[in-house]
């Protein structure tokens, strides 16, 4: 079986039904048979026929295959900005976009991701993460699609103080260009960082002299009345047009809250247990970073993913910048005796999904879209990504399964 198969099509189908290599569990003319993670949170034998993309009937079985893999629900990634490093893999070192796309996608299925929301950060900053390059990017994203095998999404992460572009993102909501808008505020970090060592970093990102970025700063903070209209507007036009809307580092309960009444549902690296057991007690889902669990901790000092997970505060797992974790944090979790394996899948699986309000998808239940990755768990502290179906078609393979 060739690796990272990522055609469509009945070439596809006639793979998978005439490799020996992918064995006991894989697609046997429209199933898929091994341990399968089922809905009702128990992981058991069973065969799941697969009609048109979703999950037709699933029987079980008294036993699985010798050396079966475990069958789980694709992963749904509502954060992940690691495409950045295929765009610009060393400071102001450019690559086309539709290249890193393509590129991309190959890592997101590689890890069992099947639906992935890359987080496009807009802000009042030129270079990679402005208004020019956004642009490019949405454009680049509607040709790649043909070529993509995760169903790919975008979401929106809106600098508030790039007031100039809330005209362009309202019409960007209104025509259907994103699907998760996320509202960041990271002056206070950036003006704490350029009076200290790290402004060389900001430089390379834009591309401006060290005299030109701190005028560009200094006006810019300078519109802070007008921030909090600005984030109304954009918030009623997510809702009105039924995109979920998330805010980014809470820093209190009282941010929540606040948010909240603005329509948003998803709190982002909130920083502290006041402000995660806030938004859990409303029903917000809460999202962490699954690389601070595979690292014990964040990189920031912050809350604890792993920490938060066993006390009930954590809904959601999501890549952040590292695409690998989302597989490994739920074994991880499993291990260290946070959660079973079932609960802490669906943290990346179930919980991601009806945060993003996609109810067809993250779970192994009938009629649901056949989104499903199959993982070698022999070492259970080394799963190995074997198989990944997006609506039941084989978008990637590796060795022997």
């Known amino acids: 079986m060739q690796e ?8 596809v189908r006639s793979a998978v039904a005439a490799s020996p290599a992918l064995g006991t569990a894989a697609m046997r003319g429209g199933r898929l048979v091994g341990r399968a993670l089922l809905a009702d949170g128990g992981i058991r034998p069973a065969e799941i026929a697969i009609e048109e993309g979703r999950i037709a009937a699933i029987r079980s079985l008294s036993e699985a295959p010798e050396a079966s ?21 060393r400071p102001g070192v450019h690559f086309p976009i539709l290249p890193a796309l393509v590129e991309t996608d190959r890592q997101l299925l590689a890890n069992g991701i099947t639906t992935a929301y890359h987080g496009l950060t807009l802000s009042w900053e030129p270079g990679l993460r402005g208004a020019e390059a956004a642009r490019r990017f949405l454009a680049a994203l509607a040709a790649a699609r043909s070529h993509l095998g995760c169903d790919t999404r975008l979401h929106l992460r809106f600098e508030t103080y790039n007031l100039d572009m809330v005209e362009e993102v309202e019409t960007w909501l209104g025509q259907g260009l994103i699907d998760l808008l996320a509202f960041n505020e990271h002056t206070g970090d950036i003006a704490r960082e350029i009076d200290g060592s790290a402004i060389d970093s900001y430089l390379a990102r834009t591309g401006l002299d060290e005299q030109v970025f701190r005028a560009l700063f200094a006006g810019v903070t300078k519109r802070a009345a007008e921030v909090p209209p600005a984030v109304e507007r954009l918030a009623a036009a997510a809702v009105k047009a039924g995109i979920p809307i998330a805010s980014h ?50 990189h920031l000092r912050r809350l604890a993913a792993a920490e938060a997970a066993a006390a009930g505060l954590c809904s959601v797992l999501a890549s952040d910048y590292y695409y690998p974790a989302l597989l490994h944090a739920p074994f991880l979790l499993a291990q260290r005796g946070t959660q079973p394996l079932a609960r802490a899948w669906n943290l990346v699986s179930r919980n991601a999904a009806l945060a993003a309000g996609l109810s067809d998808r993250g779970s192994i239940a009938q009629g ?17 990504m074997r198989a ?14």
């Open 4 to 11: 990272s198969l990522t055609q469509h099509g009945p070439a």
């Open 69 to 89: 893999c475990l069958i789980l629900p694709g992963i749904v990634d509502l954060h992940g900005d690691a495409f950045e490093r295929q765009l610009m893999p």
């Open 249 to 298: 580092d809470d820093d209190s309960p009282q941010m929540r809250a606040h948010f909240r009444a603005l329509g948003c549902r998803i709190s982002e690296f909130p920083i502290d247990r006041a402000t995660a057991a806030e938004a859990i007690a409303a029903g917000d889902a809460t999202v962490l970073g699954a690389p601070n669990v595979m690292r014990g901790g964040s």
């Open 368 to 384: 649901l879209r056949a989104d499903l990755v199959l993982v070698d768990d022999r070492d259970p502290t080394l799963p190995l």
């Open 388 to 401: 990944a179906f997006v609506a039941g078609e084989l978008r990637y393979a590796s060795g022997t399964v």
